[in-house]
């Protein structure tokens, strides 16, 4: 009788035991995990490289990230074909940046970007010329000549459409992109209208 429940107070016993080192493995398995964050939270990861490829199953080059030989910083995407870029992202050293959207030749349909800081889109022509374009500035030097520039199939400047100091103005202009036709809107509400041959000599101006 005593044997027995000796035996049973053993059984009882490593019972006991058994669910006391459980609750030290959990207890220490939480204190592990705590500690392992609280080494994430404080020291995060940095992956620090010149360049990184993304490829696709075939392992074809689809992609890259990388500092280009010219200084920029460069994103760039293209389809199955590795001979052209379809999506060009670039920031230059000097801070130009803009962004590239590609046909399947290679020739830039679409050009977003801000250059002197001033923005401007460029949609272009089957050759990759410019054909319309949206400025933020028209005239180099000026902060306040906003406009529309249309170009022809070998993107010279034919039509100007722009405000200049306030002045809304069209200017027609020759392959050499000389103004040829003027026409504008005074400060004062006044139509200006000038006439120009090919050496630029005005043929009729008023008023």
């Known amino acids: 009788m005593q044997t027995q429940i000796v035996i049973e107070r053993l059984h009882k016993l490593e019972g006991e035991n058994r669910r006391l080192k459980l609750i030290g493995s959990i207890a220490l398995l939480f204190i592990s995990v705590v500690f392992l964050m609280g080494q994430t939270l404080s020291k995060p990861k940095i992956v620090a490289a010149e360049a990184f490829l993304l490829i696709d199953k ?10 280009a030989p010219d200084g920029s910083a460069s994103l760039v995407l293209s389809g199955n074909s590795k001979k052209h870029n379809r999506i060009d992202m670039k920031v230059w050293p000097e801070g130009v940046s803009a962004i590239t959207i590609s046909d399947t030749k290679g020739n830039r349909g679409i050009a977003l970007a801000i250059v002197d ?27 306040d000549s906003p406009g529309i ?59």
Request: hydrophobic share 35%; charged share 25%; glycine share 10%.
């Open 58 to 67: 075939n392992n074809k080059s689809r992609g890259a990230f990388s500092i």
């Open 117 to 143: 800081d001033s923005p401007m889109l460029d949609i272009n022509n089957k050759a990759g010329k410019s054909g319309i374009s949206l400025r933020g500035r028209t005239v180099k030097g000026s902060d």
């Open 149 to 207: 520039i249309i170009s022809d199939v070998a993107g010279n400047k034919r039509a100007i459409f722009s405000i200049m100091s306030d002045i809304p103005m069209i200017s027609l202009n020759d392959k050499k992109e000389d103004s040829r036709i003027m026409i504008g809107v005074n400060k004062e509400g006044n139509p200006l209208i000038s006439l120009m041959d090919v050496k630029g000599k005005n043929l009729f101006k008023a008023p």
